[in-house]
């Protein structure tokens, strides 16, 4: 018995520190967020978020989908470039991802002061049939 009372106080603080929203996971640890951001059906779950600024997120991108595609965030400048870009697979730029066919992806990333973002898949077609999601940071 002594060993469980020991366990439960850890636990609770643990399970405290876990919100569900919208679909996504968040875990609170100081002022880093991890984020889990579902990709299904050419889509981003959830489509809005919101964050303090000059926090660091770390985002889990899960794609379910079949078929490859990107997370970029940036304002609209930063989408219409990629809209109009070549680049098929992107590597070590942290707000320029790659995310695979079922596979889950990781990158950690610093926001602004403050600001209007958006996350975009600019794979042909995506970000014109709605692949984007909303971010606001202040």
Not at 60 to 74: Q, R
Not at 98 to 115: C, D, K, S, W
């Amino acid at each position: 018995m002594r060993h469980s009372r020991h366990l439960r106080l850890p636990l609770a603080l643990a399970l405290a520190g876990l919100t569900v929203l919208a679909g996504a996971v968040i875990a609170r640890a100081g002022d880093h967020r991890a984020v889990v951001l579902d990709i299904k059906y050419s889509r981003f779950e959830p489509d809005e978020l919101r964050f303090e600024a000059g926090q660091v997120v770390t985002f889990v991108l899960s794609n379910d989908d079949p078929i490859d595609h990107e997370f970029i965030l940036g304002d609209q400048a930063v989408q219409d470039r990629h809209e109009m870009g070549t680049e098929p697979h992107h590597g070590s730029i942290p707000t320029e991802v790659t995310v695979p066919a079922g596979q889950t992806v990781r990158t950690t990333i610093t926001l602004p002061e403050r600001g209007d973002l958006i996350i975009g898949c600019h794979m042909p077609g995506h970000y014109g049939y709605g692949m984007k999601a909303s971010v606001s940071v202040g």
